[in-house]
């Protein structure tokens, strides 16, 4: 005989889960086996230790910057910690003019750099290129180093330029400090030069050395930044979204130099992004960008396009930044307090545990497998968000993830008790399951909605030393519902057609005599024995609740039929 709809549909549910399943431990082993995963979840800053960096801020006139500049430098270091997938770090300030940034594991050199970099971004029209050769070859073959530029050389250009693409800039002492600038030397950085002079500097790999015009824009017109592939070539690029004064300013000076390669005026085509004095793109103006959405291309990877994207997106310090020290720390709270956190997780899941098995003997079981199903489930996408989003469990997600251990025993009992409902009311213990499942979901829906919504709230308005507890309770929550639809239902729909079960077996937690279900059907009264006079007031209690759930129609069917028994015992009576 073929299995009945509700039976098929719960083996395909199960079955769904078992993919599941697999597919998240599938992810994690790939994870693994590139090197970036691994099988035990990352820990937090206060489990685990990690890299401590003091930043000592530096100010032109030597003075101790202000606490409104030492937060706000914090706040962007932050947001570019947290952008490198660190999770769970502490930046704070110290003594007036430090901030100190420590961070779970080693930091690498990658994120050194997003820390302390400035990110001073400006755009500048290309007005001449060149090799980065500082010599020449003389007729006689021997090379021979630029001279030194003279001071007394003219510094004024000829004529008042136009535009940052004028070639009137180049007046004969810039063209003779470009000849003799050295890209190799380290102290040729032109991170601070002025804004409304021409700049000599080189790209950042040093093989090629420009004359840029004054700046036209700055980063502060930058909105937004993201990376992402070319769709045409497919290299990684920065997308950049300017503000509407960047939009306008930027749509003219594209016009420009877009006539300019028309005209055939190459490099005076280029538009330079210059990031901290250096140039990290000179792309050719190739179209009138007047939407305010430009791209910066080059000889990107997609770790360096995010590293940019990045420190673009979150602005420049309002402060210069220099490393006053870098230690290792050890773990605030230790793994000793780990393990009492953990042992505390074990007995409340004990006690859990024993209350369901008391209670709702071997249904308890099924919570017990629930919430089993949920540790599985939680612990390998803690793994796997630990090396997509550089997720770390601190002590107070360690917390929440005992905390939730609860709220899912909460969901099961409301389950359990609508069951028991229906049982009561004389219904069949597979009717009971769906229509207590019915019943039951939509109250345990809304109150895993509020848990939810108070979870992103805290997450968004607390602390950072709360946002773990934060997380990991809305997540389990999301596990919890997950569960409750894709395995504790179709468990139950299956095992209601067992016969231990569906038998109403006295150990199976659904029998109905010890539920106090008073009648088998609608209309047909179970006949109560008087074993004890608690007994016989328990059913009587039951009755009556009986009675008052029925609906007209029914007590109108249940006064015929016992008129009808009257009728006829009247009747053999007489005989």
């Not at 039951?440 to 509020?450: G, P, Q």
């Not at 607390?462 to 239902?489: C, N, P, Y």
Request: hydrophobic residues 40%; proline residues 4%; glycine residues 10%.
């Amino acid at each position: 005989m073929a299995s009945s709809s509700p039976v098929r549909h719960a083996w395909k549910v199960l079955l769904s889960l078992l993919i599941v399943t697999a597919a998240l431990f599938g992810v994690n082993t790939i994870g693994v086996m590139l090197g970036k995963s691994s099988w035990a979840p990352e820990l937090a800053l206060d489990l685990q230790g990690g890299t401590q960096i003091v930043l000592g801020a530096v100010t032109e006139d030597g003075a101790d910057p202000t606490q409104e500049q030492l937060d706000q430098a914090a706040a962007i270091i932050r947001q570019r910690v947290d952008a490198a997938g660190v999770a769970e770090a502490d930046v704070t300030t110290e003594g007036g003019r430090n901030i100190v940034v420590q961070i779970p594991g080693t930091a690498d050199d990658e994120t050194r750099a997003r820390i302390q970099a400035s990110a001073q971004l400006e755009f500048r029209s290309v007005i001449y290129v060149g090799d980065p050769a500082t010599e020449f070859v003389g007729e006689d073959g021997n090379a021979t180093p630029y001279p030194s530029p003279d001071p007394s050389a003219n510094d004024v250009p000829t004529a008042e330029p136009t535009d940052g693409s004028d070639m009137a800039w180049v007046t004969e002492r810039l063209q003779s400090e470009f000849l003799a600038f050295d890209c190799a030397d380290p102290e040729n950085t032109a991170a601070d030069a002025p804004e409304d002079e021409p700049l000599i500097t080189c790209d950042d790999t040093g093989a090629v050395k420009y004359i840029l015009g004054p700046m036209e824009l700055s980063g502060d017109a930058i909105d937004d930044a993201t990376s992402g592939r070319a769709p045409d070539s497919g290299a990684w690029t920065v997308n950049l979204v300017l503000d509407g004064n960047g939009t306008d300013v930027f749509g003219k000076i594209s016009q420009r130099l877009y006539q300019n390669q028309l005209d055939g005026l190459s490099p005076r085509d280029q538009f330079a992004f210059v990031l901290d004095g250096k140039v990290i793109s000179a792309p050719q103006m190739n179209a009138q960008i007047l939407n305010g959405k430009p791209s910066i291309s080059g000889s990107f990877t997609q770790e360096t396009a995010e590293t940019l994207a990045d420190q673009l997106k979150y602005g420049a310090l309002p402060l210069s930044f220099t490393t006053e020290s870098s230690d290792t720390v050890s773990a605030t709270l230790g793994t000793q307090q780990l393990q009492i956190g953990l042992i505390a997780g074990l007995i409340g899941l004990a006690l859990v545990a024993l209350y369901s098995l008391l209670s709702y003997r071997a249904l308890g079981s099924v919570i017990i497998a629930s919430i089993a199903v949920m540790g599985i489930l939680t612990y390998i996408i803690v793994c796997i968000l630990a090396w997509r989003l550089g997720f770390r469990l601190s002590l107070a997600g360690v917390a929440g993830l005992i905390v939730s251990i609860g709220f899912t025993a909460d969901s099961f009992i409301v389950y359990f008790e609508r069951i028991r409902d229906e049982l009561r009311d004389g219904k069949s213990i597979t009717g009971a399951v769906e229509d207590g499942w019915g019943r039951a979901k939509r109250t345990i829906y809304i109150s895993k909605s509020i848990n939810i919504l108070a979870a992103v709230v805290l997450y968004i308005l607390a602390d950072s030393t709360v946002k773990g507890f934060a997380f990991t309770l809305g997540l389990t929550t999301l596990i919890d519902v997950f569960i409750f639809v894709i395995f504790t239902h179709p468990v139950m729909q299956l095992l209601a057609r067992t016969r231990f079960f569906g038998g109403g077996h006295k150990l199976s937690g659904l029998d109905p005599d010890a539920l106090g279900a008073v009648y088998r059907t609608r209309t047909q009264y179970r006949q109560v024995a008087s074993a004890t006079v608690g007994r016989a007031a328990r059913n009587s209690r039951s009755r009556a609740e009986a009675e008052r759930r029925q609906t007209i129609a029914e007590r109108k069917r249940a006064e015929a039929l016992a008129g009808d028994r009257s009728t006829d015992a009247g009747s053999e009576g007489e005989r």
